[in-house]
């Protein structure tokens, strides 16, 4: 699997139901995924994910959009539980409140710095890609 964008999130960029600037008021986050979820263009929330799927999340910060393309600092994730299941890949989406059927997925990411990888515990530094697509870019 390639690194994708969920229908859903096209949708919401085009209506403009998520903001992705980091001075807009949505709150986007990005999770650790183990390599139990299976990726579907069709999902558009995190209770698609399931929460027994996500090793740990952060919220992302110096958020950029520029020319059609995401950027945002380099993610440091400090609570990484050891595991034997591998993370392969991590999940961008707009954090709502706790309950994963109002959280939109924007991304699914499985080609960055630092991926796949099984936690030893302790922290994990994600380095998105510094190419000219960034965390990705709307063609």
Do not use: C, Q, R
Request: no cysteine; glycine share 8%; net charge negative.
């Amino acid at each position: 699997m390639a690194n994708a964008l969920y229908t859903s999130a096209k949708e919401a960029f085009i209506s403009g139901a998520i903001d992705l600037t980091e001075a807009g008021s949505d709150v986007i986050k990005a999770a650790l995924i183990y390599e139990d979820y299976s990726f579907s263009a069709a999902h558009s929330t995190m209770n698609n994910v399931t929460a027994g799927n996500i090793a740990d999340e952060e919220t992302m910060t110096g958020k950029t959009v520029t020319a059609g393309v995401f950027d945002a600092t380099d993610e440091v994730y400090s609570t990484v539980a050891a595991d034997t299941t591998a993370i392969n890949a991590i999940i961008i989406y707009k954090y709502v409140d706790t309950d994963l059927a109002n959280n939109p997925l924007i991304a699914y990411i499985d080609t960055a710095g630092g991926l796949p990888f099984t936690p030893s515990g302790g922290s994990v530094t994600i380095e998105w890609d510094d190419g000219a697509s960034k965390i990705f870019k709307l063609d």
